[in-house]
């Protein structure tokens, strides 16, 4: 292990620097030994990963309490009561912030980051619900359409955002219920969704504890967003980059 000065905690590069040159098995020929392109590779996996995920996450909701400003207020309603206006949002004020888990949720059925997951290989023949899956078939997950398949949710109310769907149902997203998997599921799921869950909640709940936002002059809120499309990576809410660059947010009185 590389010291660090200052006592100061490995960090994961400093994990991934004690295993260079490092042989899982120093008995066996073909063990893997990972060098420093191998260090390179995880590294730029993680940011990739990480990254564009968790900002258009951010973008997306902030779309959508655009779009439903008593929303935004409410959770502004909410971040007052817990945090109030004397001091800043805290990582340990997150777990108190229940209605701004239930937005987050509604904006990832809505707007999965990665629509179609990322593809998969069955490793054995199955059939499921009457469809034979021969094992090595590529199997793509289109969690896009089942956020608004109206047999999952609600005939009429899967094309509203409605936060409170979520109350008392049990609803996760660590991949037990298969109505909302935006970090997939299994044990191929997504290993950063703690991370991934906390940075998007604190940027959210900070930007909303510290200012009201609202469109510029003349926008409708049914213009935010973007409906279009499906890609298969990350999606973007393009009209809201767009607004963003006018002056929309004021500092909250
Ligand atoms: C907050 C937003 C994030 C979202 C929406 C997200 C979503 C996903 C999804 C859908 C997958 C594919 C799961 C599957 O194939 O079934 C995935 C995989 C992955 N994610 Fe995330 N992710 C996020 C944040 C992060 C963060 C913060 C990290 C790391 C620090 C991370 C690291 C990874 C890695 C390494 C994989 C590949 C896992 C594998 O192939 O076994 N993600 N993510």
Not at 43 to 51: F, R
Not at 118 to 131: L, N, Q, R
């Amino acid at each position: 292990m590389f010291p660090r000065q200052n006592n100061q905690p490995n960090d994961f590069v400093d994990v991934l620097l004690s295993l260079l040159n490092d042989c899982n098995d120093s008995l066996d020929e073909k063990a893997f030994v990972i060098d420093r392109t191998n260090i390179k590779a995880v590294i730029l996996d993680m940011i990739v990963a990480s990254l564009d995920t968790s900002s258009t996450t951010v973008e997306w909701t902030l779309s959508e309490l655009l779009r439903h400003p008593h929303i935004m207020k409410r959770v502004q309603k909410e971040l007052d009561g817990v945090v109030g206006m004397h001091r800043m949002v805290d990582e340990k004020d997150l777990s108190s912030l229940t209605y701004l888990d239930m937005v987050i949720k509604e904006s990832y059925r809505l707007h999965p980051i990665a629509p179609l997951l990322v593809p998969h290989e069955s490793m054995e023949d199955i059939t499921i619900d009457g469809y034979y899956i021969p094992k090595k078939s590529r199997v793509i997950i289109n969690t896009w359409a089942i956020g608004r398949d109206p047999n999952a949710w609600s005939d009429k109310a899967w094309r509203l955002f409605l936060p409170e769907r979520f109350k008392d149902a049990n609803t996760d997203m660590q991949g037990h219920d298969f109505r909302l998997i935006p970090f997939g599921s299994g044990r191929r799921r997504c290993p950063g969704i703690q991370l991934g869950l906390i940075v998007v909640k604190l940027i959210l709940a900070q930007l909303l504890h510290c200012f009201d936002l609202e469109l510029p002059n003349g926008y409708a809120t049914f213009g935010v967003g973007y409906e279009g499309d499906i890609w298969p990576c990350n999606t973007k809410s393009y009209s809201f980059n767009c607004c963003a660059n006018i002056s929309f947010a004021v500092l909250r009185k």
